[in-house]
């Protein structure tokens, strides 16, 4: 990776060296309740066929950022460390900020990492531009895996104000660096910078945000990447998310999800969306990638003690290039499930991992929290 820039590391670590000083004040007065840092670490081990044993760890913190707001949610920051067997690593830190009783949110992420990863190049996509009858064209889903490695450093911030009852409107800002180098003939790689912004929105009538019962959560956010403001490429990025929750009784929900992603325009290797990255849990290998992702999920949650439940869900996805691409052949399902422990009854923070299986793939995932409430 290039390296990191002193203001870079100032402006990713000064979120959480905020947080860590709020802790310090809380230990001094930890005389005086409540408590006004709430605390949440857990060491992760898991393992998959892409990164091997992978070990690391998720800490977070939940406050007030203003002791006296009785209606805003609990901010929170978050910092997550991993490391596998393959050589990868990353470092990543997220804050989720509710400002002047819930009329504002903010969010401030950055990160940065090494990741030896690997993506499927179907054999008819390689072969396909010769002349008819040389060599056999393969049924689609032929093909071989690239290695390649990834290094990347980011940041992101939105900004929500509320407009309208539970509808919020605002923008976003992104940095990203990502040198990707294949492990192919010739040594190919790509060098992307990125300087993003943006239109955010979210509607949001959920009565938690960490473990929300009832209620319902819409965003829809934009993305755009202009060469002429710095970016190696120019493409949009839109992302629409859909949550409702239906209670059935007191220890049940139900959750309904759709999600899409879609890049347009000179879409670079590094902006390709990825089935199972961030949304749909039974894809860990990266085979299924392209510019546009979709998928629709339920989650059913049952709290069978005071603090332990157990989750399960399934859901279908897909990854093409173009809607014309769109088919049943193009489905991905995955199944799987999970179990809670309510971490901080309090503020409704839960800890959890889960297991899913997908086509020809699995996962194994740790969280702090409920899944589809970043």
Do not use: C
């Not at 991993?82 to 509710?98: E, G, L, M, R």
């Not at 409107?169 to 010739?186: K, P, Q, W």
């Not at 089935?275 to 392209?290: E, H, I, P, Q, T």
Request: no cysteine; hydrophobic share 40%; net charge neutral.
């Amino acid at each position: 990776m290039n390296k990191t820039s002193p203001l870079f590391l100032f402006l990713f670590l000064l979120p959480f060296l905020l947080f860590a000083q709020e802790t310090s004040n809380d230990t001094i007065e930890a005389t005086k309740p409540p408590k006004k840092v709430k605390k949440v670490i857990i060491p992760t081990i898991t393992y998959n066929n892409s990164f091997k044993a992978i070990f690391g760890f998720m800490a977070s913190g939940f406050y007030k950022l203003n002791a006296s707001d009785t209606i805003s949610p609990e901010s929170s920051s978050t910092l997550i460390g991993n490391y596998s067997t393959n050589n990868s690593w990353f470092v990543v830190q997220a804050n989720k900020f509710y400002i002047k009783e819930d009329k504002y949110r903010s969010k401030l992420a950055g990160g940065f990492g090494s990741v030896n990863f690997q993506t499927f190049v179907d054999w008819s996509d390689i072969i396909g531009g010769l002349p008819p009858g040389i060599i056999p064209v393969p049924p689609p889903g032929d093909g071989v895996f690239v290695d390649y490695n990834t290094q990347f450093q980011f940041l992101y911030l939105d900004f929500l104000a509320r407009v309208y009852k539970k509808l919020y409107i605002g923008g976003n800002l992104v940095y990203s660096h990502a040198l990707t180098e294949f492990d192919a003939i010739g040594n190919p790689s790509e060098d992307v910078h990125l300087f993003g912004f943006g239109f955010s929105s979210e509607y949001d009538t959920r009565n938690n945000q960490f473990m929300p019962l009832n209620g319902f959560n819409g965003k829809f956010n934009t993305m755009t990447f202009l060469e002429s403001l710095g970016s190696t490429s120019t493409y949009t990025n839109i992302n629409l998310e859909y949550n409702k929750y239906f209670p059935q009784g007191e220890r049940n929900t139900i959750v309904l999800r759709a999600y899409g992603q879609a890049a347009i325009g000179d879409v670079p290797f590094a902006g390709q969306n990825v089935v199972g990255r961030d949304d749909l849990r039974g894809y860990s290998n990266g085979k299924y990638r392209a510019n546009q992702v979709y998928d629709v999920q339920s989650e059913y949650r049952h709290w069978f003690a005071k603090r332990w439940g157990y989750v399960a869900f399934g859901g279908v996805a897909t990854a093409i290039n173009d809607a014309s691409d769109l088919s049943f052949d193009n489905l991905l399902p995955a199944v799987g499930g999970g179990i809670r422990f309510l971490a901080i009854p309090s503020s409704k923070i839960s800890v959890g991992m889960d297991v899913a299986v997908g086509k020809d793939d699995w996962g194994l995932y740790f969280r702090i929290g409920e899944a589809f409430t970043r």
